[in-house]
């Protein structure tokens, strides 16, 4: 960030008085800049004992599979973002019931905060996206989880068909950290 | 927004190649800006059969009583983010729970998505912080339902002291929309 977005002023970087952290601030109009977390919100759409997937079109990790997900837009709610990045990325239609948030990742290190939702596809009527070269069934046996291309969908498809055995759907909280380049997993929630 | 933060030339709005809505784009340094909703993250922090409440130093809603929440950073967790804005506020330190995410709340006409999470007040050791008038424990007969400053905050209270009643606390997602400044509530969940 070096121009203010509203009269082109150049920024400073410093705390803001009755703040505790360095913040980007213009002193010409006497603006300051906040930064924060990005929404990543998703599906995990179910068809019987199998799990929709989609593969990667674009990078990073482009060619491993994921499950429906981006960004979350201005002027939606996370469930209504979910179903239209499930739509856009898998071409797919999706029942959403009631207690369909399924799992809530923060990746810290990278100011994400990623929701997945549980839901039923409405009918086998999918098809990729601009975004995917595939999206495809998936029962457990099958999962490519070698190519899986994101820490939070491998960790929500594990939670999944473990609860599966006892079809039982809390909400499961866990945060990706990155040190050293090594991924280290933090559960926050294993109820 | 009117100039790039980037380069300073002034701003498009316009749809960029592949996508399907309006962005504020530099086709001087070819960025696109992409706006996206903010968290708030805070807590429900309980001692025995009380909440703790904070009245508002700051507008909006000066006077009103409020759980303490804030504007999520970059470079933290949903929970951690809780914590401090719990630290700040009411000079409160806290027990969390793993299981501890309460309400999920999407505000679309304002781009925000709100988060509460239930935790132990660890010690009556509290005081206001510089935003708050006062920090104080409320039994629910006590609890001052005309002065709650947020419509999510009061849904979230109204929850809690339903579910103390079988001590089970599943997360409860709602999202409040208004409408001809009207406030409408649509309870996605009431599982």
Request: glycine letters at 4%.
């Amino acid at each position: 960030m070096n121009y203010c977005q509203y009269c082109a002023a150049p920024l400073v970087l410093k705390i803001p008085e009755g703040e505790d952290r360095e913040r980007y601030c213009c002193e010409e109009c006497d603006t300051v800049f906040y930064q924060n977390p990005k929404n990543v919100v998703g599906t995990l759409p179910v068809y019987q004992d199998k799990v929709l997937l989609c593969r990667r079109a674009i990078e990073p990790r482009y060619g491993k599979w994921t499950l429906p997900a981006g960004f979350m837009e201005n002027g939606e709610t996370c469930i209504e973002g979910a179903i239209r990045e499930t739509a856009e990325e898998a071409g797919a239609k999706v029942h959403v019931k009631e207690d369909s948030l399924y799992t809530l990742t923060s990746y810290k290190h990278i100011n994400q905060v990623h929701f997945y939702f549980r839901v039923e596809l409405a009918s086998l009527d999918f098809a990729p996206g601009i975004e995917s070269l595939e999206a495809r069934l998936f029962r457990e046996s099958e999962i490519p989880w070698d190519h899986i291309a994101f820490t939070v969908v491998n960790i929500t498809l594990k939670h999944y068909f473990k609860d599966c055995k006892n079809q039982h759907f809390p909400v499961r909280m866990f945060d990706v950290t990155y040190s050293n380049k090594k991924i280290k997993r933090t559960l926050v929630s294993e109820s």
